[in-house]
């Protein structure tokens, strides 16, 4: 057993409160779910981007301020960037967008526990200390592992596989077309000054 | 899985094992001549939407690129050999075979591989030539959609154009051009199985940079024949992983294959003719495990030839950096390549061709691998280099820096990346082999297929001189050599060849000319595993080519009976 998985264990023994989609599950309502974590009913929060999808309006605001802080300055961040590319990419796995949502919540309430404000309400800074005191940035990513591990995984590194095949990584990598993007072809021959 | 997809058996005339480009193209060439055609395949059906999934696995480390298609007890093997077999990384198990996962490269062979005991006392010679095979090689070039120049001076001949125009050479090709063009060395187009344009119903290229899985259709695949085999009536049945063949009394003819559904159903197939397309490794497990009263050591094997000589491909890289930048990363294929060393007229180190890399320093993963530090501190402290060392001192919790501190791989310079591969020939010897490892099973309780596999003084010669090639280009270059891959420690590579080889004497050889077995009338092999010899060049055009020959051969039997 590593270090991670026995600080993840005690952490999971202390958060063993149900996930919004099992309190949805379990009470057979949205009103109960959505008002426990102040998405409210109706609000544009709480819109779900399609009937399958698990995630709502207010999980990409939360995973676009997670970004906002986790990418560097340089690259600009926005909430339909964050949309199109982590949230309705083809799913990786089965269960992956729901295991995404439970990450957010997770770091969510951390927020809301530790530094009294959702993540949206908090500065980039203090948004990194969200995710340095839940120990997410010491842990390795593990699909199914300690909250920490799993906020990793699912999180933090959908962003990063958002963030570095996306151009937007342009200035930070020097590759125009980056692996994962459609475009190499209008790339691949360009002399450094933009000449074929 | 549970699905209602109905995997019993069925009236054919033709049975097929595997549907890699080999089973899928005979299965098509068959069928659209009017034959029944079943073929059976141990791995699932992908959707398109697969291959965007595929894509994010191989972008992502901590997702497992095989985890698509890997059964771990389905498909075990033991290594034993100098060279690690890592079966499981290369090889796929789905419909499209390997091809779902290729590089997609169709260079052809080279008339010498054909001719090797001949021309150079090594190896044996092909009971067919480079010219036998030439139209076939062209139809090939058709049916895949290969992408190419005619621009290769020390390339094989050919006069049929390339389907599709080639890809134009890349900015960093540029820069190695001045340099071989000062040592006289020719670079050339890579001819590949990708479109450059909208080919056969599918898109162009749109330069995900992901080849082995990419999302776009623009790379032949397999499944591309399985498609046109189906609209001609042959079936298709997924999940069917076939256990033993069985003979008839008089060891003369297959009479039927034994296959297993996920629903735990052993069916028996009969078929007129069966065909054995599952690659270099399971080809020769499937009929070592095959054996009966009349053929005691496997199934066609008379000759103990079956799963003997086994080949790969060797390969070299020389990674370097320049002062200006080189442009990496944007593609994920070769642009060119060079055959000025592929025939060296004599014997003396060996064939060995060059690619010219667009993707010297690799950034797949981007900066989302992270080690437990207990992991990083074992690896201090069982190698416990000056850097790792100060890795640990310096950063104990192996800490993510996020926000400006974010590190992402990069390409930027200077200096810049560059780096040249070399691929060569290994020479068929027959302790190089596939067998059964009696001590371990499979998920029905068989043996798994247990792999040796050694390059020998041939190939270390080769590629030593590869090696010296690579160095002198870099210099000529003005590049500084930072590391260097040799063929020390290497893993086995993509290309399993050898182990039912092609040849006229039923007593060295497991299948004749038409890629017939010897010992059976109605068992033929359409794999790489019938090359007598490996060349140096990526042998699936080849597998393509033999298939739509050896299908050709399997009509004639059918339509004179």
Redesign the interface.
């Given at each position: 057993m590593?270090?991670?998985s026995q600080r993840g264990d005690s952490e999971r023994a202390t958060a063993p409160e149900p996930t919004r989609r099992q309190l949805l599950g379990a009470l057979g309502g949205a009103a109960v779910a959505a008002g426990a974590y102040g998405y409210g009913t109706g609000s544009r929060e709480a819109e779900q981007l399609s009937d399958s999808h698990p995630a709502s309006r207010a999980h990409v605001e939360a995973a676009t301020a997670v970004a906002d802080?986790?990418?560097?300055?340089?690259v600009a961040v926005d909430e339909s960037f964050v949309e199109n590319a982590v949230f309705r990419?083809?799913?990786?796995?089965p269960g992956h967008f729901d295991a995404l949502v439970e990450t957010i919540e997770a770091v969510e309430r951390h927020a809301s526990a530790r530094f009294g404000a959702s993540v949206t309400g908090l500065s980039?800074?203090t948004r990194?200390q969200v995710?340095?005191s839940m120990n997410v940035?010491?842990?390795?990513?593990?699909?199914d592992g300690t909250t920490a591990e799993r906020v990793?995984?699912y999180l933090?590194?959908d962003l990063?596989?958002a963030?570095?095949?996306s151009p937007r990584?342009r200035p930070?990598?020097?590759?125009?077309?980056?692996?994962?993007?459609?475009?190499?072809?209008?790339?691949?021959?360009?002399?450094?000054g933009g000449d074929? | 899985m549970t699905d209602d997809i109905d995997r019993t058996p069925s009236d054919t005339e033709v049975c097929i094992v595997g549907s890699g480009p080999a089973g899928a193209l005979t299965a098509y060439s068959l069928a659209r001549r009017g034959h029944d055609v079943l073929v059976l395949e141990a791995g699932e059906r992908l959707e398109r939407?697969d291959h965007?999934?595929r894509?994010?696995?191989w972008?992502?480390p901590?997702?497992d690129r095989d985890a698509f298609w890997r059964e771990d007890e389905r498909d075990a093997f033991t290594s034993t050999g100098d060279i690690y077999a890592r079966l499981n990384e290369t090889r796929l198990k789905a419909v499209g075979g390997t091809s779902v996962h290729w590089d997609a490269n169709t260079p052809r062979l080279h008339p010498k591989d054909f001719e090797m005991q001949s021309r150079y006392g090594l190896g044996r010679d092909w009971p067919i030539s480079y010219d036998d095979l030439r139209p076939y090689y062209a139809r090939a070039e058709r049916e895949m959609g290969v992408s190419g120049v005619d621009d290769n001076p020390y390339g094989p001949p050919r006069t049929a154009p390339y389907p599709q125009e080639g890809f134009?050479?890349?900015?960093s090709d540029s820069l190695f051009a001045e340099a071989c063009d000062s040592l006289g060395i020719s670079m050339a187009t890579q001819p590949k199985a990708i479109n450059s344009e909208p080919y056969d119903g599918r898109s162009k290229?749109?330069?995900?940079?992901?080849c082995n899985a990419c999302p776009?259709g623009a790379k032949y695949t397999a499944e591309v024949h399985v498609r046109k085999a189906e609209e001609h009536g042959a079936r298709i049945v997924d999940q069917a992983q076939v256990l033993r063949l069985e003979n008839d009394a008089d060891g003369e003819t297959v009479e039927s294959v034994l296959y297993a559904t996920p629903d735990g159903t052993t069916h028996r197939q009969a078929a007129d003719q069966f065909v054995l397309a599952c690659g270099g490794i399971e080809t020769p497990r499937l009929l070592l495990l095959s054996d009966s009263s009349q053929y005691p050591d496997g199934l066609a094997n008379s000759s103990g030839a079956v799963g003997r000589y086994l080949m790969d491909h060797p390969s070299v890289t020389t990674n370097a950096v320049l002062e200006?930048?080189t442009?990496?990363?944007?593609?994920?294929w070769v642009?060119s390549r060079s055959d000025q060393f592929y025939d060296p007229g004599a014997a003396g180190p060996g064939s060995f061709h060059l690619t010219f890399d667009?993707t010297a320093r690799s950034?797949?993963g981007?900066?989302?691998s992270?080690?437990?530090?207990?992991?990083r501190l074992l690896g201090a402290v069982t190698s416990p280099t000056l850097s790792a060392l100060a890795d640990v001192a310096t950063d104990p919790?192996?800490?993510?820096?996020?926000?400006?501190s974010?590190e992402?791989?990069?390409?930027?310079?200077p200096p810049y990346p560059v780096s040249i591969r070399g691929a060569g020939e290994m020479l068929p010897r027959a302790e190089n082999r596939v067998t059964l490892d009696r001590s371990k099973t499979d998920n029905h309780g068989r043996p798994v297929p247990s792999i040796e596999l050694s390059d020998g003084a041939h190939a270390q010669r080769t590629m030593d001189h590869c090696l010296e090639v690579q160095a002198d280009i870099m210099a000529e270059l003005g590049a500084e050599i930072t590391s260097v891959s040799t063929l020390s420690d290497r893993p086995m590579s993509t290309h399993h060849m050898g182990t039912t080889r092609m040849g006229t004497d039923p007593e060295a050889s497991v299948v004749d000319a038409q890629c017939r077995t010897h010992d059976l009338e109605n068992l033929w092999v359409a794999s790489s595993s019938v090359f007598p010899t490996s060349g140096a060049n990526n042998p699936t055009l080849t597998i393509g080519a033999l298939a739509l020959k050896t299908a050709e051969h399997i009509d004639e039997t059918l339509s004179s009976a």
């Open positions: 590593t270090d991670g802080a986790i990418y560097p300055q340089s990419r083809v799913e990786p796995t980039p800074g990194r995710l340095q940035t010491a842990v390795h990513a593990m699909p990793r995984f933090l590194n990063l596989y963030l570095f095949t990584s930070l990598t020097g590759i125009e077309n980056p692996p994962g993007h459609p475009g190499g072809l209008a790339a691949y021959r360009r002399a450094p074929e | 939407a965007h999934r894509m994010e696995m972008l992502r901590n997702f134009p050479p890349s900015y290229c749109l330069g995900y940079g992901v776009s200006e930048p442009q990496q990363n944007n593609v994920g642009s667009n950034v797949s981007g900066a989302q992270r080690k437990p530090a207990s992991t919790l192996n800490e993510t820096s996020l926000g400006d974010l992402l791989p990069t390409t930027d310079g």
